[in-house]
């Protein structure tokens, strides 16, 4: 099946720092999706992107859609204290994320005050 | 918008005992509800997809008998773990398929935490 690399697998930071993350496939998808997920809750989605060259903006949280289709990226500006967690990248190969989604290992971000 | 609901939040049960999980849509129809597995500290893993009204899909690798799945509504997907054995303990996460959005967006619940003793 569909395997998503993500890296890096953890992150310790200073507050105010930027972050950038990234997934790759070996094989294409037609939906990206970033995800964040808080100890014990289910994942929250934070950006979808649709159309590869897609950039996208969410507040301080920035993403790509990589133009191949097999890559997206995720930056966050100036981290605050309630960035720590996990984000996910995931990949649906319907347009629109309509189907059964394949995740990425996780990105642990961990920010030092 | 867009409220997925799981119940119960956590359960701790025997070996050999069934365990039941609801994931509700609180405030849309979903014809399409998807669970996912996460073991600890790694990421989420796709096992079935529920269909309202028919018979779920199931990946490769999971069993459709130990793992009964009825959608049984447009707001209520269930997943069944039969015979339950420490193995099984993990954290059950369902998402839900909003066909009124422009993208069919899915929505996750607040996951389940399954303690098999």
């Known amino acids: 099946g569909q395997q998503l690399n993500q890296s890096p697998q953890s992150m310790f930071i200073q507050e105010g720092e930027d972050v950038s993350m990234n997934c790759t496939s070996s094989s294409i998808f037609n939906t990206w999706l970033w995800y964040k997920q808080d100890p014990g809750e289910g994942p929250v989605l934070l950006i979808a992107?649709?159309?590869?060259?897609e950039l996208t903006s969410n507040g301080r949280l920035t993403a790509q859609f990589g133009i191949t289709r097999k890559d997206s990226f995720l930056n966050i500006s100036a981290s605050i204290p309630s960035d720590v967690g996990i984000y996910f990248c995931?990949?649906?190969?319907?347009?629109?994320?309509?189907?059964?989604?394949?995740f990425g290992k996780g990105t642990h971000l961990i920010i030092q005050p | 918008g867009a409220v997925v609901s799981q119940h119960p939040s956590w359960v701790i049960c025997k070996s050999g005992t069934s365990v039941k999980i609801e994931c509700r849509s609180l405030?849309?129809?979903?014809?399409?509800m998807f669970w996912y597995r996460q073991f600890p500290k790694q990421s989420l893993m796709l096992m079935a997809t529920?269909?309202?009204?028919?018979?779920?899909?199931?990946e490769q690798g999971v069993e459709k008998d130990k793992f009964l799945i009825n959608h049984a509504s447009l707001t209520l997907s269930t997943l069944t773990v039969t015979s339950a054995h420490p193995e099984d303990s993990s954290f059950y996460i369902c998402?839900?398929?909003?066909?009124?959005?422009?993208?069919?967006?899915?929505?996750f619940g607040p996951g389940t935490r399954l303690t098999v003793l």
């Open positions: 992107l649709y159309k590869a060259g």
């Open positions: 405030d849309f129809q979903a014809t399409t």
């Open positions: 998402s839900a398929r909003d066909v009124g959005r422009t993208y069919n967006e899915q929505f």
């Open positions: 529920s269909n309202e009204g028919s018979k779920a899909t199931y």
């Open positions: 995931a990949g649906s190969l319907i347009s629109g994320g309509a189907d059964g989604l394949t």
